[in-house]
T-cell receptor
Framework: EAQVTQNPRYLITVTGKKLTVTCSQN?????MSWYRQDPGLGLRQIYY???????DKGDVPEGYKVSRKEKRNFPLILESPSPNQTSLYFC???????????FGDGTRLSIL | GENVEQHPSTLSVQEGDSAVIKCTYS??????FPWYKQELGKGPQLIID?????GEKKDQRIAVTLNKTAKHFSLHITETQPEDSAVYFC???????FGKGTRLSVIA
């Protein structure tokens, strides 16, 4: 089954404790991206990757890191999480720009 | 950058009625116009899309219409059912920019 898998689905942690949210897709997509979803603000892109070893900033990259060492995986790293990063996060993949996006089911992060 | 506006932000309709959501964009170079549906606890899922060389596309009860001159496209849902209740997003600059979403409630 074609899917984008995110882990964990839920996480409560404390300020400053490094965390990683994993994302994996099995559709051989070149393009992957991370979004955060906040009430009233919709989906905002954090980082994206057009292919292995190629990443770029989206609209809200501050406080986040990503890596793309393999085509299927695109982890999101919060080196020193802060409460304003409490949000619902989505990973997505596609064959490229202007192509249908496939989303994971989301990761709800709470930073205390 | 791309300016995307989606209206209305909330919409309540009676079961069986039609619903229309409009998305306005600013980038005249946009050529792909998708709509996504997000159900509670899930990620957005593509429900219909259209490319700029087509004015309208229909899939059962769902249709998308495009007015490239006026820079807007709309989602039309006919004969609404309770399972249509969800948040709907347009994304005229996929995958970079999404609309802020429309919460549709279908009242049985």
């Amino acid at each position: 089954e074609a899917q984008v898998t995110q882990n964990p689905r839920y996480l409560i942690t404390v300020t400053g404790k490094k965390l990683t949210v994993t994302c994996s897709q099995n559709m051989n997509h070149e393009y992957m991206s991370w979004y955060r979803q906040d009430p009233g603000l919709g989906l905002r892109q954090i980082y994206y990757s057009m292919n292995v070893e190629v990443t770029d900033k989206g609209d809200v990259p501050e406080g986040y890191k990503v890596s793309r060492k393999e085509k299927r995986n695109f982890p999101l790293i919060l080196e020193s999480p802060s409460p304003n990063q409490t949000s619902l996060y989505f990973c997505a993949s596609s064959f490229g720009f202007n192509q249908p996006q496939h989303f994971g089911d989301g990761t709800r992060l709470s930073i205390l | 950058g791309e300016n995307v506006e989606q209206h209305p932000s909330t919409l309540s309709v009676q079961e069986g009625d039609s619903a229309v959501i409009k998305c306005t964009y600013s980038d005249s170079a946009s050529n792909y116009f998708p709509w996504y549906k997000q159900e509670l606890g899930k990620g957005p899922q593509l429900i219909i899309d259209i490319r700029s060389n087509v004015g309208e596309k229909k899939d059962q009860r769902i249709a998308v219409t495009l007015n490239k001159t006026a820079k807007h496209f709309s989602l039309h849902i006919t004969e609404t059912q309770p399972e249509d209740s969800a948040v709907y997003f347009c994304a005229p600059r996929t995958p970079l920019v999404f609309g802020k979403g429309t919460r549709l409630s279908v009242i049985a």
